[in-house]
């Protein structure tokens, strides 16, 4: 059974920072892109960041692009958002993702709430 468990959400002035981790298991971890996206009140789910399998290759969000950092350790089969000057609008649940090429299947994770207020 595939799971993918977030953590490290939370509340944060603007400017600040937060550090999501997504654990994964039942999985090939290094087989899979790992992806975050996230869902704001009343919008739809968005990208935020991808990372392939090898780590050294990311993609970014133009709207996160310079303040947030992807990365994950395929050995403890984990992978972060590290998130920096943190604004209002990044308020928003953010879930982990996981794809392959060599599979149809996908799996999401439950979510983590970040709230970004004075």
């Known amino acids: 059974q595939v799971q993918l468990v977030e953590s490290g959400g939370g509340l944060v002035q603007p400017g600040g920072s937060l550090r999501l981790s997504c654990a994964a298991s039942?999985?090939?971890?290094?087989?899979?892109?790992m992806k975050w996206y996230r869902q704001a009140p009343g919008k739809e789910r968005e990208f935020v960041a991808a990372?392939?399998?090898?780590?050294?290759?990311?993609r970014y969000a133009d709207s996160v692009n310079g303040r947030f950092t992807i990365s994950r350790d395929n050995r403890k089969m984990t992978v972060s958002l590290q998130m920096n000057s943190l604004k209002p609008e990044d308020t928003a649940v953010y879930y982990c993702?996981?794809?392959?090429?060599?599979?149809?299947?996908?799996?999401w994770g439950q979510g983590t709430q970040v709230t970004v207020s004075s």
């Open positions: 039942g999985l090939r971890f290094t087989l899979y892109t």
């Open positions: 993702h996981a794809e392959t090429p060599y599979s149809t299947q996908n799996y």
């Open positions: 990372i392939i399998s090898g780590g050294n290759i990311r």
